[in-house]
């Protein structure tokens, strides 16, 4: 079982729709959760980080946290083209992994006309 | 936020040689961390780089390929050795901040 995991997708949904990504990890002791987008070609940018069980909130974008189901998701209201780009689940705080991120492997997101 | 300048952006090196990377914050961190990213692939962790000791290697990669320095708190070299076409890639540094992980702008190596 992989340690993070993401479907590859990729994800189409309609502009202006709620796009929802998820994530499951495989170790109960991680600690920190977070959303990267991806633009192809450039470097992975921080949009979102969750510690704790429940929803977390920001402008479009919402985080939601299940520790008990190990499973963390994103999901992106009023999706517009520029949501466009991969979105990479990390997980800090495996067993072993010390503080180091865990990447999945990214679920590509298109936002359609 | 914290910016993290990363170079040189992409080059394209014949098989043999080796390329060092350089990466700089403009802030005092503890560690910094190295990833690669492989063609259509996620991130996968290199190294983590700590001053003043040498860098922790994960499983498959060996010192001996990928050299790290870490001379002070804002500056990590990172140095592909012996290179092969396998290790084409984008090749990142990346620091621990308080609210997350920052990326810099990666360096994409094409061996050929």
Do not use: H
């Not at chain 2, 060092?20 to 290199?46: A, E, N």
Request: hydrophobic fraction near 30%.
């Amino acid at each position: 079982q992989k340690e993070v995991e993401q479907n590859s997708g990729p994800l189409s949904v309609p502009e202006g729709a709620i796009a929802s990504l998820n994530c499951t990890y495989s170790d109960r002791v991680s600690q920190s959760f977070f959303w990267y987008r991806q633009y192809s070609g450039k470097s992975p940018e921080l949009i979102m980080s969750i510690y704790s069980n429940g929803d977390k909130e920001d402008g479009r974008f919402t985080a939601q946290l299940n520790k008990a189901s190990q499973y963390v998701s994103l999901l992106i209201r009023d999706s517009q083209p520029s949501d466009s780009a991969t979105y990479l689940c990390a997980v800090r705080g495996l067993t072993g992994g010390g503080n180091k991120l865990t990447f999945g492997t990214g679920t590509q997101l298109k936002v359609e006309l | 936020s914290a910016v993290i300048s990363q170079k040189p952006s992409r080059d394209i090196c014949q098989r043999g040689t080796s390329l060092t990377i350089q990466c700089q914050v403009d802030s005092q961190v503890t560690m910094m961390f190295w990833y690669r990213q492989q063609p259509g692939q996620s991130l996968t962790l290199i190294a983590t780089a700590n001053q003043g000791s040498e860098a922790t290697y994960e499983s498959g990669f060996v010192i001996d390929k990928f050299p790290i320095s870490r001379p002070n708190l804002t500056f990590s070299t990172l140095t592909v050795s012996n290179m092969s076409p396998e290790d084409s890639s984008i090749y990142l540094c990346s620091v621990d901040f308080d609210y997350g992980y920052t990326f810099g702008s990666g360096t994409r190596l094409t061996v050929v």
